[in-house]
């Protein structure tokens, strides 16, 4: 189903809105929601909106990666690609690979992990603090006298770690293409 029409004004409006929405969802999660969230509310309520935040937000920019990579298949034939267009398809596809693997893996075993360590913090009474340097102290100890928590507590951080590599990767993805798109307004 590949063309090698110009897009139709729609189809170009419908590729912006897909990477613009994309973009702005990860910048506004990324760097403004969480830092907002972690300054103002405890740990526990964060940790509980988070986990029913951020899995929306990673399907969500998934399936806006998918469709930008879809449009913009389908209106640049791979026979007719020149080295930018065919980047430009390269960096459309590790978008949306990385976004799925973060949806489907790092996303999903974060809130699980999150919600297993929560039900620890509360039975020791802890949980209801403001930011997460507030109380480091007792989470220490938590970690040193439970083993089931420590563990937890390393994988909690190799996931997040995870996680924020491949947010970090298609913001970049993102930002590339929005300035590739920039470039070639015109033509899409």
Request: glycine share 4%.
């Amino acid at each position: 189903m590949t063309t090698d029409q110009e897009p139709t004004f729609t189809v170009k409006l419908l590729q912006l809105i897909l990477l613009s929405t994309y973009w702005g969802m990860q910048i506004w999660v990324t760097f403004v929601s969480s830092f907002v969230m972690d300054n103002h509310l405890n740990r526990h309520t964060f940790g509980f909106i988070q986990s029913r935040l951020v899995p929306f937000y990673l399907h969500l920019g998934s399936a806006c990666a998918f469709f930008n990579l879809t449009i913009y298949a389908v209106y640049h034939p791979s026979d007719l690609l020149d080295e930018r267009e065919s980047f430009q398809i390269f960096i459309f596809f590790v978008s949306v690979t990385v976004a799925a693997i973060n949806a489907q893996w790092f996303g999903q075993m974060t809130s699980e992990i999150m919600a297993d360590m929560h039900l620890i913090e509360q039975s020791c009474g802890l949980g209801q603090d403001i930011g997460l340097s507030s109380n480091r102290e007792a989470y220490a100890k938590l970690c040193e006298n439970d083993v089931k928590y420590k563990h937890l507590s390393s994988r909690l951080w190799l996931y997040r770690f995870m996680s924020s590599l491949c947010n970090l990767c298609c913001i970049c993805c993102n930002f590339y293409s929005l300035c590739y798109m920039a470039e070639n307004l015109v033509k899409l």
